[in-house]
């Protein structure tokens, strides 16, 4: 839905300015932001996610955030990545991609880049144990070589990715296998890997966020690939330690559930709605104006102008306040 508030009055000053702010508070379109208003449709997720930080030992999960294009869902990523980065626990790690820039591999390098090169150091200087399932592995191989921490943190990182590694390398680290680890070997050995951090007080909680699951482009295969990766790490992790949240339209849910049928019931959906009216569209113009330190009269104004807000999009409601805020004004 496209609208537009009454404009102002012909002016070489601009209704932002005259807030005296040097830049537009409301975002361009299509941008997004860590701003997300609390909504009801949202409070089922944040339980599961609030459950599963309070407790070492909670149950992970495997959540769908579906909604149509606008509906703030990158925006509710983002707040709660930022809000988990805030907690400043150490042993906490959050990670957040957008579909449009994630690969099958580049599946594992998000994981791995989320864990952090520094945990992976950390735990090998205090010393990591794998589970037994992973003795006469390549990852126990390289764990028990020797070698520099940091080095070896390095190159961990780079193998458990996916990326090349070469012969002198591999020579070093005793390792077996060819020059690049295929996402089914690479997987269980992050999960070792995750296990052995979480032994070590270095890991307890990894929170992936997935976001626009829709915009995984390319052929069908490159497309069955990318899902077969996303079924391949539930499978392999079963719950454990990590919580996963996929964020897109439905059609990707439908298309993702259809490739792999195990996952329909593993897969706990939460539906972010349109706006329903003026008391969200005001709390959520609230939001931005309190980040400006704005004050909300000239919004007090606006709102008895205002038409009407059932079912618009989020993000065509923060067009219209941004294109309402750069108007010249008398």
Same mark, same amino acid.
């Given at each position: 839905?496209?609208?537009?508030?009454?404009?102002?009055?012909? @002016?070489?000053?601009?209704?932002?300015?005259?807030?005296?702010?040097?830049?537009?508070?409301?975002?361009?379109?299509?941008?997004?932001?860590?701003?997300?208003?609390?909504? @009801?449709?949202?409070?089922?997720?944040?339980?599961?996610?609030?459950?599963?930080l309070s407790?070492?030992?909670?149950?992970?999960?495997?959540?769908?955030?579906?909604?149509?294009?606008?509906?703030?869902k990158?925006?509710?990523?983002?707040?709660?990545?930022?809000?988990?980065?805030?907690?400043?626990?150490?042993?906490?790690?959050?990670?957040?991609v957008?579909?449009?820039?994630?690969?099958?591999?580049?599946?594992?390098?998000?994981?791995? @880049?989320?864990?952090?090169?520094?945990?992976?150091?950390?735990g090998?200087?205090?010393?990591?144990?794998?589970?037994e399932?992973?003795?006469?592995?390549?990852?126990?191989?390289?764990l028990?070589?020797?070698?520099a921490?940091?080095?070896k943190?390095?190159?961990?990182?780079?193998?458990?990715?996916?990326?090349?590694?070469?012969?002198?390398?591999?020579?070093?680290?005793?390792?077996?296998?060819?020059?690049?680890?295929?996402?089914?070997?690479?997987?269980?050995?992050?999960?070792?890997?995750?296990?052995?951090?979480?032994?070590?007080?270095?890991?307890?909680?990894?929170?992936?966020?997935?976001?626009?699951?829709?915009?995984?482009?390319?052929?069908?295969?490159?497309?069955?690939?990318?899902?077969?990766a996303?079924?391949?790490?539930?499978?392999?992790?079963?719950?454990?330690?990590v919580?996963?949240?996929?964020?897109?339209?439905?059609?990707?849910?439908?298309?993702?559930?259809?490739?792999?049928?195990?996952?329909?019931?593993?897969?706990?959906?939460?539906?972010?709605?349109?706006?329903?009216?003026?008391?969200?569209?005001?709390?959520?113009a609230?939001?931005?104006?309190?980040?400006?330190?704005?004050?909300?009269?000239?919004?007090r104004?606006?709102?008895?102008?205002?038409?009407?807000?059932?079912?618009?999009r989020?993000?065509?409601?923060?067009?219209?306040?941004?294109?309402?805020?750069?108007?010249?004004?008398?």
């Amino acid at each position: 839905m496209n609208f537009r508030f009454q404009s102002g009055k012909a @002016s070489e000053v601009l209704r932002y300015s005259s807030w005296g702010l040097a830049t537009n508070p409301f975002p361009v379109a299509g941008q997004a932001t860590d701003i997300f208003v609390e909504r @009801s449709d949202a409070a089922v997720l944040d339980r599961a996610l609030e459950n599963f930080l309070s407790d070492e030992n909670a149950i992970a999960g495997l959540w769908y955030l579906e909604g149509d294009a606008g509906t703030g869902k990158t925006n509710y990523l983002l707040s709660r990545k930022t809000r988990i980065d805030a907690a400043n626990k150490p042993s906490w790690a959050v990670g957040y991609v957008p579909g449009t820039q994630l690969t099958p591999r580049g599946l594992l390098g998000m994981i791995v @880049s989320t864990i952090g090169e520094d945990r992976i150091r950390a735990g090998l200087t205090r010393g990591l144990v794998v589970d037994e399932a992973a003795n006469f592995t390549d990852l126990a191989r390289v764990l028990d070589a020797t070698g520099a921490p940091a080095e070896k943190a390095a190159f961990i990182a780079r193998w458990l990715s996916g990326h090349q590694t070469y012969a002198a390398e591999r020579a070093a680290y005793n390792i077996w296998d060819g020059e690049r680890l295929s996402p089914a070997v690479a997987l269980p050995y992050i999960r070792f890997l995750v296990a052995a951090l979480g032994r070590a007080g270095l890991l307890t909680h990894l929170i992936l966020f997935i976001d626009e699951l829709e915009n995984v482009g390319g052929p069908k295969d490159l497309q069955n690939e990318y899902f077969l990766a996303i079924k391949n790490l539930v499978n392999v992790f079963n719950f454990r330690q990590v919580f996963v949240v996929l964020a897109g339209l439905r059609e990707a849910r439908v298309r993702l559930e259809g490739s792999y049928s195990s996952l329909s019931s593993r897969l706990t959906t939460a539906r972010l709605r349109r706006l329903q009216g003026f008391p969200e569209a005001l709390a959520l113009a609230k939001v931005y104006c309190d980040k400006a330190t704005v004050d909300d009269t000239p919004l007090r104004l606006l709102f008895t102008k205002m038409p009407v807000l059932e079912g618009v999009r989020q993000r065509d409601f923060l067009a219209a306040l941004r294109a309402w805020a750069e108007e010249p004004v008398g």
